[in-house]
Nanobody
Framework: QVQLVESGGGLVQAGGSLRLSCAAS????????LGWFRQAPGKEREFVAA???????YYSDSVKGRFTISRDNAKKTVYLRMNSLKPEDTAVYYC??????????????????WGQGTQVTVSS
């Protein structure tokens, strides 16, 4: 069983920055692929970014160049640094873990465990 707990969400003005954190349990955290997803009101959940065990990264086109995903295996934590935030980034952000990744994936079904989510609101 892996538990994921997100933090760092909040209210920010457009153009501002936030850093989300996701603390994980699990003995083999360093081998997990980790992803961030988001769900805006009235919309389906969508992929944001993923990071593999080697540190390779993958971003959705909508956040590429503005968001940075990183991980600290010693702290069993994955981060999402969000810069140049836009009102359309408003959503609940979820982190997810894939325990036995083959490749970095943007597909929700590939991820085995999910956090409870943290709200990010960007005002215009």
């Amino acid at each position: 069983q892996v538990q994921l707990v997100e933090s760092g969400g909040g209210l920010v003005q457009a153009g501002g920055s936030l850093r989300l954190s996701c603390a994980a349990s699990g003995r083999t955290f360093s081998r997990y692929a980790l992803g961030w997803f988001r769900q805006a009101p009235g919309k389906e959940r969508e992929f944001v970014a993923a990071i593999g065990w080697s540190g390779s990264t993958y971003y959705s086109d909508s956040v590429k160049g503005r968001f940075t995903i990183s991980r600290d295996n010693a702290k069993k934590t994955v981060y999402l640094r969000m810069n140049s935030l836009k009102p359309e980034d408003t959503a609940v952000y979820y982190c997810a873990a894939e325990l036995y990744p083959q490749t970095l994936s943007s597909a929700e079904g590939e991820y085995d465990y999910w956090g409870q989510g943290t709200q990010v609101t960007v005002s215009s």
